[in-house]
């Protein structure tokens, strides 16, 4: 896909799904320290699900400090319907802990400091750096930006790294920080995985997805 191509698709879907009270996250943080560990807890399940065992999690551990020194079991009945909890529960710890320990309790600034701790990925550490802090040092990449990419012509890869890679290639930097927001919701209004809406898609014209099946 041509740049100009993915500016037109950005162009229809921004006009769609933002405003200018739009919340560019799905998940109800209030700082650093618990968009970190909600992303963490975000894999294999729901915003929703996160966000509603947020009160009791942060009213017990509201800070990494106070995390890391966490039981693991008090930790795993709390979180618990994000599912995989005990390996989740042993990561927010650990994470919590390594950032008391070497990055002074602050939540670290960088994709390659964030990456280091237990349980955070480029996906996460994308997440992070651009809600918390308006950094954007890349385009994070979960299951609807694949999907949407990949139909749409955007990428030609499977793997989310190649995939970020075409992405950020495609689109100026000045919009990185969109464009997660915009294909998630667009993956999750009308590009369905199993039955894409396409006949009420605004962007159909532009997909080759749509284009290879209507001929």
């Known amino acids: ?55 009791r999690l942060f009213e017990k551990y509201p800070g990494p400090e106070d995390l890391g020194h966490a039981n693991q079991e008090d930790v795993e009945e709390i ?51 651009n809600h918390a802090f308006r950094i954007n040092e890349g385009i994070a990449v979960d299951t609807h930006v694949k999907r949407v990419a990949f139909r749409t012509g955007m990428t030609e890869n499977t793997d989310p790294k190649k995939i970020e890679t075409d992405l950020t290639n495609l689109f100026p930097k000045s919009t990185w920080e969109k464009i997660n927001f915009l294909l998630i919701s667009h993956g999750r209004a009308v590009c369905d995985a199993k039955k894409p809406a396409c006949d009420k898609c605004e962007i159909k014209d532009l997909c080759r997805y749509y284009m290879e099946k209507s001929t």
């Open 1 to 55: 896909m041509h740049s100009k191509t993915a500016c037109k698709i950005y162009s229809v879907l921004a006009k769609i799904y933002l405003n200018k009270d739009t919340k560019l996250n799905f998940l109800d943080f209030d700082n650093p320290y618990q968009i970190l560990i909600m992303t963490i807890l975000s894999a294999q399940t729901t915003d929703k699900t996160v966000n509603s065992i947020k009160g």
């Open 79 to 129: 979180i618990k319907s994000t599912g995989f909890y005990h390996a989740k529960a042993k990561n927010i710890i650990s994470s919590s802990k390594m950032i008391c320990s070497d990055f002074n309790c602050e939540i670290p600034k960088t994709i390659s400091e964030l990456t280091k701790l237990p349980g955070v990925g480029r996906k996460t550490a994308n997440i992070v750096l």
